[in-house]
């Protein structure tokens, strides 16, 4: 596939195709490396639980963060260590 530069400013960029984005799961940004002479466009790595902290402090700010109540039965007290 080829495609052409267009200008962007004082830079110039390459536009990608529909499929081409869908098909490398490409998401508003990516990463950029340059190998010898190519120019090499990744999807950035999705984290996992990159959100929670934020999560959890406005859960903690809104007082949800206690547990919830369990019901406790005889066993609970006598058994349970």
Same mark, same amino acid.
């Given at each position: 596939?080829?495609?052409?530069? /267009? *200008? ?16 490398? @799961? ?15 466009? *990744?999807? /950035?790595? *999705? ?6 902290? @934020? @999560? ?17 039965? @005889? ?7």
């Amino acid at each position: 596939m080829k495609a052409k530069l /267009v *200008r962007i400013g004082n830079s110039r960029g390459v536009r990608l195709p529909k499929a081409v984005i869908r098909q490398c @799961a490409l998401g508003d940004v990516v990463e950029i490396d340059v190998e010898g002479d190519r120019v090499v466009i *990744r999807a /950035v790595p *999705r984290r996992p639980r990159a959100d929670w902290e @934020a @999560a959890f402090a406005a859960m903690a700010g809104a007082g949800e963060d206690r547990p919830l109540d369990m019901p406790t039965g @005889a066993w609970d007290g006598t058994e349970w260590s």
